[in-house]
């Protein structure tokens, strides 16, 4: 029988959650399944003190559809606040690719929070997120990384995960936040803009 709720938060805790939009979606889509994002909300909220669930991503020019923004709008007035910045278009074998870094972003909410926060919850395996931890434990802020292990590279650092206070594999919280099937016209509307599968670094 599965757990109500998958987390290393104690019930006491003032906890909030860092999505890294596209390094989440890079990792569920690399497990095979799709992310309820109601249910992450539910799941952090089960026996600990959800404040704040931040969810970071790049978006096309507003002038351009972008296929994100239904999933974007969505997410705003459902309970998470939203970190935007415009996509970087750059020219790459013929066709176009974009590039949007959320890093800067994290680090920044993620410190500023950190006075009012006994753990904090990121969602990426990005290395360079590393000294960000590091910082955030000396304040005395316990961290959980979300990523996995469980792909072949695995999509998570290893000095990430070795600096965190507890790792919880994506696959380990799968039962708790995975979206049922949903029609195919529906699917396009949680999925990224390709260049926002791209350029990820583990370093």
């Known amino acids: 029988m599965q757990p109500a709720y998958v987390h290393f938060c104690e ?6 959650l860092f999505i890294d939009g596209a390094n989440l979606y890079q990792a569920a889509r690399a497990l095979g399944f799709d992310i309820d994002y109601r249910k992450v909300l539910k799941n952090f909220s089960t026996n600990c003190r959800l404040l704040r669930a931040y969810y970071y991503t790049a978006l096309l020019d507003e002038q351009e559809y972008s296929p994100i923004r239904p999933l974007v709008d969505w997410l705003e007035y459902n309970g998470y606040t939203m970190v935007t910045k415009p996509l970087k278009e750059y020219a790459g074998g013929g066709r176009r690719k974009y590039k949007g870094n959320m890093d800067v972003d994290i680090a920044v909410d993620m410190m500023e929070l950190a006075p009012h926060i006994q753990h904090a919850v990121l969602f990426s395996g990005d290395g360079d ?3 960000l931890v590091e910082a955030l434990q000396r304040r005395g802020v316990r961290v959980t990384v979300v990523s996995t292990i469980r792909t072949q590279p695995p999509l998570i650092a290893d000095e990430l995960r070795r600096q965190a206070d507890f790792f919880l594999d ?9 979206r049922e099937s949903i029609p195919q016209r529906e699917e396009s509307l949680h999925r990224l803009p390709q260049g926002e599968e791209e350029d990820e670094e583990l370093d």
Do not use: N, S, T
């Open 129 to 131: 997120f590393r000294r």
């Open 170 to 178: 994506l696959a380990d919280l799968r039962a708790a936040i995975e």
């Open 11 to 16: 019930p006491y805790e003032r906890v909030a």
